[in-house]
């Protein structure tokens, strides 16, 4: 099936540094990736809509500066947290849609953040 | 290792028809437990949660589930469906710094 690899798994920096979230499709072609983040005791929530070759779509009150998402080939996305702050420190997770659209939804297994 | 299994791929129910979808894992202690939905071309959208308290969750759109512990279980239920709930849906468990989801299941409704 579909596997979707997700790297860093888990991640502590610095505050001020920034941390690059790699989300890769390992045997099929993402046209599409979501990256979502969810906040403790709380559902996951969408920050952005990342299509292969074109610039992200971001949802309102995130900051397209500070949250840099990079999707340049069919199998990677980058989601980079530039200046981390510790209200950055979350569980990071990517979700991969197969090319040709469809139901092929698969989730990576997440970065948890945690900037000191 | 910890793991989601959602029992059933794909499920092609006729409108009206009730649903049960199926959620086991295998974490132990404390988990919070998830019902998503995504419709194509959609992002994921939540339909329920459980953290603690009542074990039958009811969420949007006459969905519910419940988390029975003995059986590590937290299956979703509608009594009625609609061919708008075709969908895929997804369930997750959360356990301390540990997200997974299940494979997913896809949901077909005739009208």
């Known amino acids: 099936g579909a596997v979707v690899s997700q790297h860093p798994s888990r991640v502590i920096c610095k505050s001020g540094t920034s941390v690059k979230i790699e989300c890769r499709s390992l045997d099929f072609q993402a046209t599409t990736m979501f990256w979502y983040r969810q906040f403790p005791k709380q559902s996951l929530m969408l920050m952005a809509t990342s299509n292969e070759g074109s610039k992200a779509t971001y949802e309102q009150g995130v900051e397209k500066d500070k949250f840099l998402i990079n999707h340049a080939s069919l199998t990677l996305s980058t989601l980079t947290v530039t200046s981390a702050h510790p209200e950055d420190s979350s569980f990071y997770i990517c979700s991969a849609r197969a090319q040709g659209g469809g139901y092929g939804y698969t989730f990576g297994s997440g970065t948890r953040l945690t900037v000191v | 290792a910890q793991s989601v299994s959602q029992h059933n791929h794909h499920v092609i129910l006729s409108e009206a028809a009730s649903l049960e979808l199926g959620c086991n894992y295998s974490y132990g202690g404390t988990v919070n437990l998830f019902w998503y939905v995504q419709y194509p071309g959609q992002h994921l959208q939540l339909l329920l949660k459980?953290?603690?308290?009542?074990?039958l969750v009811k969420g949007i759109k006459g969905f519910e589930a419940e988390f029975i512990k003995s059986k590590f279980s937290f299956n979703l239920r509608k009594p009625s469906v609609q061919w708008s709930d075709t969908a895929e849906y997804f369930c997750a468990v959360h356990n301390n710094n540990d997200m997974r989801f299940g494979a997913g299941t896809r949901l077909t409704v005739k009208p």
């Open positions: 459980y953290f603690s308290g009542d074990p």
